[in-house]
């Protein structure tokens, strides 16, 4: 994996912001109350039984997910398989993911916030994993693999080979981003690192 100095570094800060009024707000549901998110807490862990229990089927895997400042929802990126395999021409799928107004509810991005902000694209294959880079942050590539049996994002993060977990976004302003982190653990072993990147 190719290295990249501080200097060659690029990120579309302002694709941060491509939110609707910096707020998740779903449109799917309108129920509000705590017997609804107790129903739908209980439904997707009975799913998620259910669907390891079927062969060729695999339950979504967490990446990692981006984090802002603006608010606790999350950008999740999940791996994508096939019958066990990764599907290297669409390797990731990525959703909101609301710990605000309805906890744990999921909505697909719209096709803005894909294409400017918080989508990927796929820059090469291999056998078995494929090498992305995120739209809003492009001059960093990481390689969607597996560790053992687990799905992993690796990436450079101080110059060392890591798991990415969260790419966190602080803001210090209505436009304007303070810096951004990318927090993993070494494939080598040890406690997590964090690298961080001003405008």
């Keep these: 994996m190719q290295r990249y100095s501080r200097k060659s ?5 302002a694709a941060f912001f491509l939110t609707k009024n910096h707020l998740f707000r779903p449109k799917v549901v309108t129920l509000q109350n ?3 998110i107790f129903i739908m807490k209980f439904l997707t862990i009975f799913v998620a039984f259910f669907l390891s229990l079927v062969p060729g089927t695999s339950w979504a895997q967490r990446l990692f997910h981006i984090a802002r ?3 606790k929802n999350i950008v999740c990126y999940d ?12 390797p990731i799928h990525v959703y909101w993911h609301n710990n605000e107004d309805k906890p744990g509810v999921e909505e697909e991005l719209n096709a803005l916030q894909r294409r400017l902000a918080y989508g990927y694209k796929v820059r090469s ?18 390689r969607i693999c597996q560790q053992g049996k687990t799905w992993i994002a690796v990436i450079k993060i101080n110059g060392q080979d890591c798991r990415l977990k969260e790419l966190y976004v602080k803001t210090k302003g209505p436009m ?20 961080r990147i001003k405008p």
């Design 9 to 13: 570094e690029h990120t579309s800060f």
């Design 125 to 142: 294959t291999g056998q078995n994993e494929a090498h992305v880079s995120l739209t809003a942050y492009n001059k960093r590539q990481m």
């Design 34 to 36: 705590k017997t609804y």
């Design 69 to 71: 400042s603006l608010n």
């Design 79 to 90: 791996v994508n398989t096939v019958n066990g395999k990764l599907d290297t021409k669409n």
């Design 176 to 195: 304007s981003v303070e810096y951004v982190e990318l927090r993993g653990t070494p494939l080598a072993g040890g406690k997590q690192i964090t690298e």
